[in-house]
């Protein structure tokens, strides 16, 4: 089962809206549902919360320690804690899946994610990460500007609307029935065709 939950972004108002906070938002809507505030905790330097929920316990954090820091407050508090790896969900901005759809995986590389490259550092490889759609601005030499820029509003929406899909994954991550969790993530309603138009118009 998951016990922590991580949602990885920068810290500060200039990067709210940006793309590179994208784990930011869905922790901060999980955090809404759970009814928990999310609260800063100079030890681990990060906004902290626990959860109760059917009995057991779960942390939700978002490191305040700048993307490429994540691994400090991830490690830290699992340690404490004696939370598994295993254990753990990293939900980030993901360049290589659109706006609205999203990848649930467990382990492999960091695949150049400054995030991600910290905490592999931290507690290693085997932790399940939640890769929100961000999509990629098609140039490598752009792909700095475009996470740190706010989205388009149709993207934004397109996320927006992904984090709450996502969400529902969130009693079958808790359960550790990942199987579940991967189906609800990976499946995306595909937009309504439109109807055909009438012949002679």
């Known amino acids: 089962m998951i016990k922590l939950f991580v949602g990885l972004g920068n810290p500060g108002p200039e990067y709210e809206a940006t793309r590179h906070n994208a784990g930011f938002w869905w922790v901060d809507e999980l955090a809404r549902e759970l009814k928990v505030n999310l609260v800063h905790d100079r030890g ?4 902290v919360a626990r959860a109760n929920v059917h009995g057991h316990t779960l942390w939700l954090l978002e490191p305040q320690t700048f993307m490429n820091l994540s691994g400090r407050s991830v490690g830290a508090l699992a340690r404490f804690y004696k939370i598994e790896p295993e254990e753990i969900l990293v939900v980030h901005d993901e360049l290589d899946v659109v706006p609205g759809q999203a990848k649930l995986k467990f382990g492999g590389s960091h695949a150049g994610h400054n995030g991600l490259r910290d905490i592999h550092a931290q ?10 759609g961000i999509g990629h601005p098609g140039v490598k030499s752009e792909v700095t500007n475009w996470v740190l820029k706010k989205p388009a509003p149709e993207q934004r929406t397109a996320i927006e609307e992904c984090i709450e899909r996502t969400l529902k994954a969130f009693p079958a991550l808790m359960a550790g029935e990942m199987e579940k969790a991967t189906l609800i993530v990976h499946t995306h309603k ?3 065709p439109k109807p055909p138009r009438p012949e002679g118009t």
């Not at 681990?44 to 906004?47: F, L, V, W």
Request: aromatic share 18%; proline share 12%; hydrophobic share 35%.
């Open 123 to 132: 507690i290693g490889p085997d932790y399940w990460r939640l890769r929100i």
């Open 44 to 47: 681990y330097q990060a906004r």
């Open 190 to 192: 595909a937009p309504r």
